[in-house]
């Protein structure tokens, strides 16, 4: 069974940095997708930064240049460097993780987190103006 846990969030004010990691457990000699989606009151939950197990990554537009994600090579992870966050980007983090075979990682569009069977629990990431 395949398990996430996150680390990582909390608060700061504008143009501050943040780190998230996401590991998992449970992947035998497989190859997922991991990620982070992120989800503030009243609006859906919406891809923020992906990474399949041979580094290539994907982001949403609205994170491009601020924020980074990466993995550790031979662990299922996801780190998620945040930086220059603002307020806009408050909401609860959650790490995500599913097999999209020879594609890697899905491309992030509306709906994607319909996609993915593997959640963690959240995480709170709160940015101050």
């Known amino acids: 069974q395949v398990q996430l846990w996150e680390s990582g969030g909390g608060s700061v004010e504008a143009g501050g940095s943040l780190r998230l990691t996401c590991s998992a457990s449970?992947?035998?000699?497989?190859?997922?997708?991991m990620g982070w989606f992120r989800q503030a009151p009243g609006k859906e939950r919406e891809g923020v930064a992906f990474?399949?197990?041979?580094?290539?990554?994907k982001y949403a537009e609205t994170v491009k240049g601020r924020f980074t994600i990466s993995k550790d090579n031979g662990k299922w992870n996801a780190n998620l460097q945040m930086n220059n966050l603002r307020p806009d980007d408050t909401a609860t983090y959650y790490c995500?993780?599913?097999?999209?075979?020879?594609?890697?990682?899905?491309?992030?569009?509306?709906?994607?987190?319909?996609?993915?069977?593997?959640w963690g629990q959240g995480t709170q990431v709160s940015v101050s103006s």
């Open positions: 995500a993780s599913d097999h999209f075979g020879p594609l890697g990682c899905p491309d992030l569009g509306v709906g994607l987190h319909y996609t993915f069977g593997y």
């Open positions: 449970g992947y035998k000699e497989s190859r997922p997708c």
């Open positions: 990474v399949d197990m041979n580094g290539n990554t």
